[in-house]
C-alpha cells in the first residue's frame, strides 16, 4: 500500500497546521492547530473535520505554539483516544496552555453572550476546559533522537528544531524504509535561550515551514532597540503595550530586559507579565535546563535568574488585570495573545489605543486579518468587540526577536542536505512568502517543490 500525506491545514496560509499520514490502512496525523487571523480563518475552526477523528491512530506533536496543538481537546471530544507523542517540554506546556485556552473561549463566550457582540447567535467555546484536560491525559513524552514505533509499521524520532522550548522536527520512516521529514517550525540560529535546530543531512520527502520565506530579518541591535524604547517610555511616562506570544516571545523579552538591567542601562520601570499561560511557561523554562543553549547554561551556573527580572509582577487574576487600566504610566504591559487576536491584551488595547501616552510595540509576526496587523499597518481606527476604536497610540516594531527563521536561515539549514529530497512540500505561509521561498529552492538548489493547497494529498513511495 502507499504511502500519502495530506494538508488539512497551513496550506497556503500560516497557521492550522493539521498533517495526515496513511500508511499500510493506519492514519496518523502531525499536529493539530487552530487557525488563527482573519474571520475567514477562524471560522474553519469550527467547520466538520476532514477527517474521521476516531480513524486516527496516534498524534505526533512538532511544538506547543497554539496553531499547531490548540485543536487537540476538540478532536479527543469528537472521538480521538490514541496516543499523543511530543518532547517532555512541549508536554509541559500543554498542561497549562489546554486549559488555558478553553478557559479564554469560555470566558471570550460569556463575554460576548452578556454583551452581544459575537457572530454566533449563541455564542459558546470551541472546547471546554474538561476537554482540554481528558485530551492531555493522552500525551506521551519522547525523548530527541528515540525511536518510536507508529500504526502501520510505521516509525519516527525527534530533532531540535530550534524553534521554541521543546520544539522538534519529526522524522517519520514508513515500513517500505521511505522517509519524511515534517518540519514543524524552524527556529533562527544563535537566538538566546535555546538550542540551534539540528542539522539533518537526508530524507525522501520534507514539508518546509515558509512563514519568513520571501524575507531576511534586518540586521538590529535588540538590546540597543529595547533599551532606547524603555528609557524614553520612562521619560514620556508612556505605557508600553507589547502583545506577546506566551510561549518563547515572552521569555526572549525578559532575558533582554534582565541583560539591560545588568548593563545599569534599563530604567526602574514596572513590569506586568499579565498573562496566566505566561507566567507558568516563563516558570517552566526556568526548570528546563536540558534545553538551554551554552550561553544560558552558564549563566543559570553562575546563580543568574535571567527569566526574572527585577520590578516584574506576574498578573494571574483578572481582576488584578483590569486594575492595570487605571494605572498611569511609565509601565510595561507584556500580554497576549502574540497577534492581538484573543486574550487580555485586546483588553488593554481596547483601552488604552486611543490615549498618545500608550507605546504599542510589536515584537513578533502580525497574520493577515488580525487586530495586530491592523494597527501595525497603520489603521487609524480599528474594532474591537465590534466596538469602533480610535487608534491615536505611539506604534512600533522589533524584527530581530522572531522565533521563525528567515530566508537565510532557511537557506542554512536547507544547506546541510547531503542529497535533495526527492519533493518538498511548502507549508505555513503566506503565498507570497510560500511562492517567493519555493522560486528560489528551485533557481539555486535545483530542488523539486510544490506548494500544497488545502486539502491536497500526495503520494510518498
Not at 507508529?150 to 530550534?162: D, I, N, Q, T
Not at 509582577?313 to 509601565?331: I, W, Y
Request: proline content about 6%.
Amino acid at each position: 500500500m502507499s504511502n500519502r500525506i495530506s494538508f488539512h491545514g497551513a496550506a497556503r496560509t500560516v497557521t492550522g497546521s493539521k498533517h495526515l499520514i496513511e500508511s499500510n490502512g493506519r492514519k496518523v496525523l502531525v499536529d493539530c492547530g487552530l487557525f488563527q487571523g482573519s474571520r475567514e480563518l477562524s471560522d474553519r475552526n469550527w467547520d466538520p473535520w476532514p477527517f474521521n477523528p476516531h480513524e486516527i491512530d496516534a498524534l505526533v506533536l512538532t511544538h506547543a505554539h497554539g496553531d499547531h496543538l490548540a485543536m487537540i481537546p476538540r478532536l479527543v471530544r469528537d472521538g480521538f483516544t490514541g496516543p499523543i507523542y511530543a518532547t517532555a517540554a512541549t508536554i509541559g506546556i500543554a498542561k497549562f496552555s489546554l486549559p488555558d485556552s478553553a478557559r479564554i473561549q469560555e470566558e471570550d463566550a460569556r463575554y460576548h453572550a452578556k454583551h452581544g457582540t459575537s457572530r454566533h447567535a449563541d455564542p459558546r467555546p470551541l472546547y471546554t476546559e474538561e476537554d482540554a484536560k481528558a485530551a492531555l491525559r493522552l500525551f506521551r513524552p519522547i525523548p530527541y533522537g528515540e525511536t518510536t514505533s507508529l500504526p502501520g509499521k510505521m516509525s519516527f524520532e525527534f530533532r531540535v528544531a530550534g524553534h521554541i522550548f521543546g520544539s522538534a522536527f519529526a522524522h517519520i520512516t514508513f515500513s517500505d524504509g521511505t522517509t519524511l521529514l515534517m518540519g514543524g517550525d524552524l527556529g533562527p540560529y544563535d537566538a538566546p535561550l535555546i538550542r540551534d535546530p539540528d542539522t539533518i543531512e537526508e530524507t525522501d520527502y520534507l514539508v518546509l515551514e515558509s512563514t519568513y520565506g520571501d524575507r531576511v530579518h534586518p540586521e538590529e541591535d535588540t538590546e540597543a532597540v529595547l533599551e532606547e524604547i524603555f528609557q524614553n517610555a520612562y521619560s514620556n511616562s508612556q505605557t508600553v503595550i507589547i502583545p506577546s506570544f506566551a510561549i518563547g516571545r515572552t521569555q526572549e523579552l525578559l532575558y533582554y530586559i534582565s541583560r539591560l538591567q545588568v548593563k545599569g542601562t534599563m530604567p526602574r520601570i514596572p513590569i506586568f507579565l499579565d498573562s496566566p499561560m505566561a507566567v507558568t511557561a516563563t516558570q517552566l523554562y526556568d526548570r528546563s535546563v536540558e534545553e538551554y543553549d551554552d550561553e544560558m547554561k552558564a549563566m543559570v551556573e553562575a546563580g543568574d535568574h535571567p527569566l526574572e527580572p527585577d520590578y516584574l509582577t506576574f498578573v494571574r487574576d483578572a481582576n488584578q488585570s483590569k486594575e492595570l487600566n487605571s494605572r498611569r504610566g511609565p509601565m510595561i504591559i507584556i500580554a497576549g495573545s502574540g497577534m492581538a487576536n484573543g486574550g487580555r491584551v485586546v483588553h488593554h488595547l481596547k483601552h488604552r489605543l486611543p490615549h498618545q501616552d500608550t507605546l504599542v510595540l510589536f515584537v513578533g509576526y502580525q497574520g493577515s486579518g488580525t487586530l495586530g496587523r491592523q494597527i501595525l499597518d497603520g489603521a487609524t481606527e480599528v474594532e474591537i468587540h465590534r466596538v469602533p476604536v480610535e487608534v491615536r497610540a505611539e506604534i512600533k516594531r522589533i524584527t530581530s526577536l522572531s522565533a521563525h527563521a528567515d530566508q537565510d536561515d532557511i537557506m542554512r539549514w536547507l544547506g546541510g542536505f547531503t542529497k535533495p529530497p526527492k519533493h518538498t512540500f511548502i507549508v505555513h505561509g503566506e503565498p507570497q512568502a510560500q511562492d517567493v521561498l519555493a522560486a528560489k529552492l528551485r533557481a539555486e538548489l535545483g530542488w523539486e517543490v510544490s506548494i500544497p493547497e488545502q486539502g491536497d494529498s500526495a503520494t510518498l513511495n
